[in-house]
């Protein structure tokens, strides 16, 4: 389970006193595939709050709200499936927040970047070692042109090499091909 983004901490008044509030927002991974819905699980503290609701909302790319849900805090805990405007999530980055009275947290996810070497709808492009880092199998990830994916036996490090480039260094025993 990867946090997809660090502890936001705000301050609230009670009584003379601060005390420090957080929310954490957790996702499986920051990287999907097209899918019709994503899990979201995430915790509130101080849990004294516990009868007021965590509101989450995701916006598109360019920072409109598509869906609002609100999600019960039981135990310090909180949980939503958000399913997609029209039925699932199209290709792109999406930020989403959660609200809750103590705190706020927000955090971005990528629907559909594995199948993109350059999304033209975000300008994003990944490179391989971007890609990996984010979650894709080796096997998934996409190079461009005519170019082969190469991973040290070494190290773990990758390129995206010519095809003639790639067989030379599999045979050299540098890498193994994919």
């Not at 805090?73 to 958000?82: Q, W």
């Not at 990528?110 to 033209?120: E, K, P, Y």
């Not at 975000?122 to 082969?148: F, R, S, W």
């Not at 773990?156 to 790639?166: F, G, R």
Request: aromatic share 6%.
């Amino acid at each position: 389970m990867i946090i997809v983004s660090i502890i936001i901490a705000s301050s609230l008044s009670h009584g003379y006193a601060l005390a420090e509030s957080e929310i954490t927002l957790v996702l499986e991974k920051t990287v999907f595939e097209p899918t019709a819905r994503i899990f979201l699980t995430g915790t509130v503290v101080p849990g004294d709050a516990f009868y007021e609701l965590v509101t989450i909302v995701v916006y598109d790319s360019n920072g409109n709200k598509i869906i609002q849900d609100r999600s019960n805090v039981e135990d310090g805990k909180f949980s939503a499936l958000i399913t997609g405007p029209l039925g699932s999530f199209d290709k792109g980055v999406y930020g989403i927040e959660a609200s809750h009275v103590s705190a706020t947290n927000k955090a971005l996810i990528v629907i559909g970047i594995n199948d993109l070497v350059h999304d033209q709808s975000t300008g994003m492009y990944l490179t391989p070692l971007k890609q990996i880092e984010l979650g894709t199998n080796a096997a998934q990830v996409i190079c461009m042109d005519k170019h082969m994916l190469v991973q040290s036996n070494h190290r773990d490090s990758v390129a995206c090499v010519e095809p003639l480039t790639a067989i030379s260094l599999e045979t050299r025993g540098w890498g193994t091909l994919y």
